[in-house]
């Protein structure tokens, strides 16, 4: 696997030349980026260090290595890019451009202090012994499993025939369905600003879920995010659908924030996080299943299709 730290430069050009920017309205972008749009990402770009390579290189190590052990049919395609930016861009959210994985510059000086920390550690312990695959203290565990988390976005992005039909059928199995944005209907102006998951493009999952009122009844969803001025960051939301007439969905102003709808999260039992796109729950799941060796047995139940 090619694994490759772009300059400032090469970043730049890779941003210019994206459509990532073209998929967020006007709203997000102004929120994303205070009011600069996509010259805020550009100007945001800084160079890697040598600190930064030496401890990335090492948990990407990892990473492929487990990858190749444990799902090698999942393993990426094409060349893994990174590139850093300051601090504070996305709320400080590793996230992908087309096959290059964007860690902000506090991201990066975290996995540096945890391996520096995993080093002291080492010294002190008597009868300590490193294991190069797979180190057993969890914040290295932690921080590789968000790497690969990422690294499955890219799969997810560029896979394979057969890569796509493991990942989409696993998706069926959760209760989720593709549609394409044209298969929306919007009847009146949205009361809530979405925000794109720069992993997953919004409104191409729709979700069905039990009903809250006759148990033998479902109801259709479309999860995503929404920017919330609150918290002052995005907050997963379910969107209420309406089946319209030639196979259309009507679009509704009616949501529920996801972590308060238990019918939806009691379909995902403990996983926590990242619930308002397949994409970021298949992330999660099988990052954590490969890296952190926790177990989803409703949730993966054809393990041999790895």
Excluded at 4 to 22: T, V
Excluded at 237 to 252: C, G, Q, R, S, Y
Aim: net charge neutral; proline share 5%.
């Amino acid at each position: 696997m090619s694994l490759k730290f772009l300059s400032k430069d090469e970043a730049i050009q890779l941003i210019n030349n994206s459509s990532y920017f073209d998929t967020f309205n006007i709203n997000e972008l102004m929120i994303r980026t205070n009011g600069k749009g996509r010259l805020y990402y550009l100007e945001n770009v800084i160079e890697f260090n040598k600190s930064d390579k030496v401890v990335l290189v090492q948990l990407f190590n990892m990473v492929f290595n487990l990858m190749k052990q444990k799902i090698n049919s999942l393993f990426p395609t094409c060349p893994i890019y990174l590139i850093k930016m300051k601090s504070g861009v996305d709320w400080d959210y590793p996230f992908t451009i087309e096959n290059a994985i964007v860690l902000t510059e506090k991201v990066i000086n975290q996995y540096i202090n945890c391996s520096q920390q995993l080093q002291i550690d080492y010294q002190q312990k008597s009868g300590y012994h490193r294991n190069l695959v797979r180190p057993t203290i969890e914040p290295i565990l932690s921080n590789a499993c968000t790497l690969f988390h990422e690294v499955l976005h890219i799969v997810q992005r560029k896979p394979t025939k057969k890569q796509y039909d493991i990942i989409y059928n696993i998706y069926k199995e959760w209760g989720f369905s593709r549609i394409m944005p044209t298969d929306l209907k919007f009847n009146e102006k949205l009361s809530y600003v979405p925000i794109s998951n720069p992993d997953g493009y919004n409104f191409n999952y729709l979700v069905k879920v039990r009903s809250t009122i006759n148990v033998n009844s479902f109801q259709l969803f479309l999860p995503t995010l929404i920017y919330s001025q609150e918290a002052k960051r995005p907050r997963g939301i379910l969107i209420e659908v309406i089946p319209d007439v030639d196979n259309k969905f009507l679009i509704t102003n009616n949501f529920n924030y996801i972590e308060a709808y238990q019918q939806y999260t009691d379909m995902f039992r403990d996983v926590h996080q990242c619930l308002y796109h397949p994409n970021e729950i298949f992330a999660t799941v099988i990052s954590q299943w490969v890296v952190q060796n926790t177990v989803y047995d409703k949730l993966l139940p054809t393990y041999n299709l790895f």
